[in-house]
């Protein structure tokens, strides 16, 4: 054997010593590997992909509730704060009190004005019944009246010619003028009478008028005195507490704001191209960055209509403005959607808070495209 086949001989002895080696193995179990891992990735990832295609998400939204900012309905000094910053307070609690002197003051005066427009109305009333009685008798009087002038007058006319004749006396031509004169002062006085009656009536109606007048100033004055106590007009908590014992406040200073606990909702803001699969009344699912292992169920409420189309958020409309940047490409704008989550526990329930939101498209409406980042 030459040595050219002899160096053969030990390569090829070489070669089948280790076709059977540990490393050989090593590598084809590390490419088996790297294949399961890849397929892996593949399946995870079209998943994914359809997830995202049939849930639209965003992370563009905050955890918000209706707010009420609370002052004084009147002028007045404080007296009284009942509650503390971040208190959970019961619709109807107070929450603080402004100085109730000068309007319980003011009410005694409405009252004791109310008393004496009431005392002087049923007065007036009494004298009208009296006058009732006599009002018969009254018109009567008038008519005797009358017919008392027009005798003494046809006497008169009668006697005149006669006395100038010289026929009848002067004494009975006087005593027929003096008749006259008579019938028609009594006619006078029955007629006065009459009208005083009347002004009477019309007395009493300005009386009512004036105890109505009174009692609706007493009634704004007790409604005062009830507006120095500031109660909560829901269930809420309260936040922004600004103002302490003695401060002198005036009406529409607020100086507190009370969140409506029965509110809680998150603003979304959604893709344009995302919003054909979300309809009100669509399921969503919230997770909130203070506790993201907690998912709060949720609703959605309502659908953004418009948002600001201006980079001016001073122009009047007071419509959403969400900003779009990248002026040089097309963006999807964002339109706020509101989801009304329910009973989300206590510790996520802070206004302001980032949140994400995973929306169960409407099965009636097939979304455009994907989620949303």
Excluded: C
Aim: net charge negative; hydrophobic share 45%; charged share 25%.
């Amino acid at each position: 054997m030459s040595a050219r086949e002899a160096m053969r001989q030990r390569i090829t002895d070489r070669h089948g010593a280790g076709s059977g080696s540990p490393g050989r193995w090593r590598r084809i179990i590390g490419v088996g590997l790297l294949i399961g891992v890849l397929l892996g990735a593949g399946i995870m990832g079209e998943r994914v992909v359809s997830t995202l295609d049939t849930r639209p998400r965003t992370s563009d939204a905050q955890i918000a509730a209706d707010t009420t900012l609370l002052g004084a309905p009147l002028p007045g000094r404080v007296v009284e704060i009942a509650v503390r910053e971040n208190q959970p307070v019961k619709a109807g609690a107070v929450l603080f009190t402004i100085d109730p002197a000068p309007y319980a003051m003011a009410l005694s005066q409405a009252e004791a004005t109310l008393d004496a427009a009431t005392a002087e109305l049923a007065n007036a009333r009494r004298r009208i019944e009296a006058e009732a009685a006599n009002a018969d008798g009254a018109r009567d009087e008038i008519e005797r009246a009358e017919d008392d002038l027009a005798l003494a007058e046809r006497t008169v006319e009668r006697l005149t010619p006669l006395a100038e004749a010289g026929i009848v006396s002067q004494q009975t031509y006087d005593e027929a003028v003096t008749a006259r004169a008579n019938a028609q002062t009594a006619l006078r006085q029955a007629q006065q009478a009459a009208v005083a009656s009347v002004d009477l009536i019309e007395t009493a109606e300005a009386l009512e008028a004036e105890r109505d007048a009174a009692r609706a100033a007493a009634q704004l004055a007790r409604w005062e005195l009830e507006q120095t106590t500031v109660r909560a007009p829901f269930d809420g908590v309260v936040v922004g507490l600004s103002a302490a014992r003695g401060q002198y406040l005036v009406p529409g200073e607020s100086i507190l704001t009370l969140i409506d606990d029965q509110s809680w909702h998150a603003v979304a803001l959604v893709r344009e191209t995302d919003l054909a699969g979300i309809r009100p009344g669509s399921d969503a699912e919230v997770s909130v960055a203070i506790d993201t292992s907690t998912a709060v169920k949720g609703r959605v409420e309502s659908i953004g209509r418009g948002i600001q189309l201006s980079d001016d958020v001073d122009l009047a409309g007071r419509l959403p403005y969400v900003q779009a940047t990248l002026d040089w490409v097309q963006v999807a704008r964002r339109f706020p959607v509101r989801v009304k989550l329910d009973n989300p526990p206590d510790h996520l329930r802070r206004l302001g808070a980032s949140a994400r939101v995973v929306f169960t498209p409407d099965a009636s409406a097939a979304p455009e495209s994907g989620g949303g980042r």
